[in-house]
């Protein structure tokens, strides 16, 4: 069995047509509906006295006009609750003679079904999130590559400047004394022994010269 659910608005707001005033003469009706929002699923209530008054339901010609022959519907109970079931203008006359050029009209602009309550203002919109994106801090094993760490030579890499070991090197030349006499000559070296010869061999000249 199929069901069919039509939409009802839970926030329906009944409206007595004139306030306290209700539905008669004397009233201005093209400002009571000032500052009011009007939805589908709203009702008005027009409250008058029966047979002094009724409420027409008309088009836009026969409310300009005043025109109470063929209305769209006719209500005359004196508690008249009608039903805004759909949008748009909506227009309504007391079809007594006179009354509706005497200012017996009423006016109203019906919108969308609300599922807010009705304040006289549009709902607002329910503020979106933000959606800030996170920046996560790098990790020391992400930034980058390391900088070398400086730091002072360890002891070994230094070389070490010291006397070379009697074995690593070579051994100076030793320098000899010469002996005190080699089978009785003399000690002296032998440039002094040919300066010797020389003086001598002079010494003979100067002797055979003498003579």
Request: aromatic fraction near 6%; include cysteine.
């Amino acid at each position: 069995m199929a069901i069919m659910v039509l939409p009802f608005n839970c926030l329906a707001t009944d409206y007595t047509v004139g306030d306290s005033a209700q539905w008669n003469l004397g009233v201005n009706y093209n400002t009571w509906d000032s500052g009011k929002t009007f939805v589908v699923g709203d009702k008005l209530v027009f409250k008058y006295t029966p047979g002094t008054h009724n409420a027409l339901v008309v088009n836009k010609a026969a409310y300009d006009s005043c025109l109470t022959t063929n209305p769209l519907a006719t209500h005359t109970s004196g508690n008249d609750s009608i039903t805004l079931d759909s949008r748009g203008a909506k227009y309504y006359i007391c079809g007594i003679t006179g009354h509706c050029s005497a200012g017996m009209k009423l006016t109203i602009t019906v919108g969308a079904a609300s599922t807010s309550k009705k304040n006289g203002t549009a709902p607002s919109p329910s503020p979106a999130r933000s959606r800030t994106p996170t920046v996560k801090s790098p990790s020391p094993s992400s930034a980058g590559p390391t900088a070398p760490t400086v730091g002072s030579p360890s002891p070994s890499s230094t070389p070490t400047v010291g006397a070379p070991s009697p074995s690593s090197g070579a051994t100076p030349p030793s320098v000899q004394t010469p002996s005190s006499s080699t089978n009785g000559a003399s000690t002296a070296s032998p440039s002094y022994r040919m300066g010797g010869v020389l003086l001598l061999g002079g010494s003979l000249l100067l002797a055979l010269g003498s003579i």
